[in-house]
Nanobody, 123 residues
Framework: QVQPVESGGGSVQAGGSLRLSCVGP????????MEWYRQAPGKQREFVSG???????SYSDSVKGRFTVSHGNATNRVNLQMNRLQPEDTAVYYC?????????????????WGQGTQVTVSS
C-alpha cells in the first residue's frame, strides 16, 4: 500500500455523527503524522485535524470540540469521530500521511494523500 485509504463517509442530518477511518502506508522504521483535510465545492482544501506518532493532536478552530482524532491499533491507522455535524462540514475529506523514516527522518520524508471520502450534512 503506497497511499492512504479512507472509509466511513456518507450522508447525515445536521446534529448527527460520522466516523471516518484511514489506513496509511506502513514500513519498518517509519513513523507517520496522520492528518485530515477537507475540500468543499468551490473552496480550497483546508486542514481539519492531525495526530503525530506520540498521539499529540491538533484541530482547526472550526471543528475543535466537535471532532476527535485518534489512532487505531497502529500509528498508521487513524480515526476521525465527527459529532454535531453541520451543513458547513459538507466536503470531501482527505487523509494525508507524512511518513518519516530512519532516525530523525534520515531515511527520508514521504507525503501521500488518499483519494478522499464524501461527507454530506443536510439541514
Amino acid at each position: 500500500q503506497v497511499q492512504p485509504v479512507e472509509s466511513g463517509g456518507g450522508s447525515v442530518q445536521a446534529g448527527g455523527s460520522l466516523r471516518l477511518s484511514c489506513v496509511g502506508p506502513e514500513y519498518t522504521y517509519c513513523y507517520s503524522d496522520m492528518e485530515w483535510y477537507r475540500q468543499a465545492p468551490g473552496k480550497q482544501r483546508e486542514f481539519v485535524s492531525g495526530i503525530d506518532p506520540n498521539g499529540v493532536t491538533s484541530y482547526s478552530d472550526s471543528v475543535k470540540g466537535r471532532f476527535t482524532v485518534s489512532h487505531g491499533n497502529a500509528t498508521n491507522r487513524v480515526n476521525l469521530q465527527m459529532n454535531r455535524l453541520q451543513p458547513e462540514d459538507t466536503a470531501v475529506y482527505y487523509c494525508k500521511s507524512v511518513m518519516r523514516c530512519g532516525s530523525g527522518g534520515s531515511g527520508g520524508t514521504y507525503t501521500t494523500w488518499g483519494q478522499g471520502t464524501q461527507v454530506t450534512v443536510s439541514s
